[in-house]
């Protein structure tokens, strides 16, 4: 097994010119745009090009609920791309584009991991092609243009009081979560209270990932809901004049990144929503574009099953009008044993009891991924500490679920460890045994979907959510949104609203703490228990370790 850490693994790469890597898709060398020598744009006129051919297989790849642990989502998508490629299949991978918050925050890289990455994993994780920069910009343009009108006479008739549009920074800063602007006299504008998100959880990363070209996006951005007049009309962007000059700011940004895998598998890299606060799946245009490139798309979704699967059937395919071929659900053995109550510094030691009381969380996810009508197979991402009795617990437990489960080692082997997954997934997407179709039908009052969710995902026994929150949602209902999907802004760490409450929980209650209407994006967004839409940074950060050696390279990113 393999000592070096990501970074020297990332680093030792040789990467072919990505004018190559396009050349394996059919992608004419001058419709990339170069960003280097390793990564490129694909341009939109030959994305319009594409759209009289067939579309290939997709597959989703999703996980259980993250632990400390570690499950390796984003590794097992790298790892299940090379092994089609392996196996003789066209394939390419779609995944999301890193937040600098997190990089420097817990994580300290989203490119894979071991053997199975995408490259460049340093411009990955950092600034890359700088759309999460534009989408920033394009933000916070249009907050600027709010408090600019109130300032210059508000002819509009914008309550300052009822202004629903924050600012966004690329970074974990809780001191933002909550600020007063415009203080310090007349000058500087009317003082009130506002705040900042993070960039993922901004309406405008949403529209980007949900458009299908520059004319939807700028449709979408105008749809934008900024504020209210006090007689309670909406005010939105296009209101502002602002969706001609944000769209400027993302004409660069709403082309689809590409990249390379390890072994040189396409990677489209783009866009990048949070599934805990927001959908969770690259971009539309980047899937559409794969789908028509490749035989086998293989795309991830965030975070466990419950948030990013459900979102990307409920949202990204409901919209899009995709529909998945198969899902692949990984698992690791330490992270079942965490779900079975095992503390993360005894997770070396065999414990087959534990992981089996461990398993009703992955049980969980296999129920309700097939409930949208899509077939499983679940990933068993191999860990050093993993022993024979373990990992036959987890087969055995899978078997009684109707799926099968693959022991998966492409951390350590690349696609050579994927080869048996990707044959069987292969067979699987082959078979048309899919019959997708989302949770709940369009016309469902919007209340009831956010009760569907909780029931029939989270296993809840009930929604809590005080008059002001349904009547919001019915006055919602009345203006015409009565159609949209729902976006659960929720606890990554458990079914529940509770992060501390592992395995697969029943009757727990849903508490609904607030609800925003994403009319651009076309969702309702309902933040449930204790989530934040900015994060903090923790204890120790990432950024601590993150450097330059005396060779002028980056150590730290992992």
């Not at 890193?98 to 990089?103: E, H, I, T």
């Not at 007049?229 to 969706?243: F, N, Q, S, V, Y």
């Not at 030691?349 to 009703?360: L, W």
């Not at 609904?512 to 900015?534: P, S, W």
Request: aromatic share 6%; glycine share 10%; charged share 20%.
């Amino acid at each position: 097994m393999s000592h070096l850490t990501d970074i020297d693994i990332a680093r030792a790469a040789a990467k072919k010119p990505i004018q190559e890597i396009g050349a394996t898709l059919g992608i004419p060398a001058d419709h990339l745009v170069p960003y280097g020598h390793d990564k490129a744009k694909v341009g939109q006129e030959f994305i319009e090009s594409l759209k009289d051919r067939p579309d290939g297989k997709l597959i989703l790849v999703t996980a259980i609920n993250p632990t400390p642990a570690g499950e390796g989502k984003t590794t097992t998508t790298v790892g299940l791309g090379d092994g089609f490629s392996r196996i003789g299949r066209k394939a390419a991978i779609c995944i999301r584009e890193a937040s600098l918050g997190p990089c420097f925050g817990m994580k300290g890289g989203a490119a894979g991991g071991g053997y199975a990455q995408v490259v460049p994993m340093e411009e990955m994780n950092l600034h890359f092609t700088g759309d999460f920069h534009a989408i920033t910009s394009a933000h916070n343009l249009l907050a600027a243009l709010i408090d600019n009108h109130i300032y210059w006479g508000n002819e509009l008739g914008i309550d300052e009081r009822r202004v629903t549009w924050r600012r966004v920074v690329d970074m974990n800063d809780r001191a933002l979560r909550d600020v007063v602007t415009s203080l310090g006299g007349v000058a500087n504008g009317f003082p009130r209270q506002t705040g900042f998100d993070i960039t993922v959880a901004s309406e405008v990363m949403a529209c980007l990932c949900l458009a299908d070209n520059l004319d939807d996006l700028q449709a979408r951005l105008g749809s934008i809901i900024v504020a209210y007049t006090r007689a309670r009309e909406p005010i939105r962007a296009r209101d502002l004049k602002a969706d001609g000059a944000m769209t400027v700011l993302l004409k660069d940004a709403m082309q689809p990144n590409l990249v390379q895998t390890l072994e040189h598998t396409p990677a489209f890299v783009h866009g990048g929503p949070f599934a805990n606060i927001a959908h969770g799946c690259n971009s539309v245009i980047a899937t559409r574009t794969a789908l028509k490139l490749a035989d086998y798309v293989v795309t991830e979704a965030g975070f466990g099953a419950d948030l990013g699967a459900e979102k990307f059937m409920n949202i990204k395919c409901r919209k899009a009008g995709l529909a998945p071929d198969a899902v692949v659900i990984v698992a690791t053995i330490r992270a079942l044993k965490m779900n079975g109550g095992v503390a993360r510094g005894d997770l070396g030691a065999e414990n087959v009891a534990a992981v089996t009381s461990g398993c009703p969380n992955l049980g969980r996810h296999i129920a309700n991924v097939k409930s949208f009508g899509v077939p499983v197979v679940v990933a068993i991402n191999h860990f050093a500490s993993d022993t024979e009795a373990e990992i036959a617990a987890v087969r055995a437990f899978v078997g009684t679920q109707g799926a099968d489960a693959i022991l998966c080692r492409h951390w350590e082997l690349g696609s050579e460890g994927t080869e048996e997954l990707a044959t069987r997934v292969a067979e699987i997407a082959d078979s048309g045994a899919a019959q997708f179709a989302p949770l709940y039908a369009d016309e469902m009052p919007l209340f009831q979907k956010i009760e569907t969710i909780a029931k029939r995902i989270y296993h809840a026994s009930e929604v809590l959510a005080d008059k002001k929150i349904r009547d919001q949602l019915r006055q919602w209902e009345a203006q015409g949104y009565g159609n949209l999907p729902i976006c659960m802004a929720k606890t990554q760490y458990s079914f529940s609203t509770d992060p501390n409450l592992r395995g697969a929980p029943t009757g727990h209650g849903v508490p609904v703490r607030e609800v925003r209407l994403a009319a651009g994006a076309g969702f309702v967004v309902a933040i449930c228990g204790e989530i934040m839409t900015m994060p903090g940074l923790p204890r120790v950060p990432s950024a601590e370790a993150i450097r330059l050696n005396d060779a002028g390279e980056i150590e730290g990113l992992f």
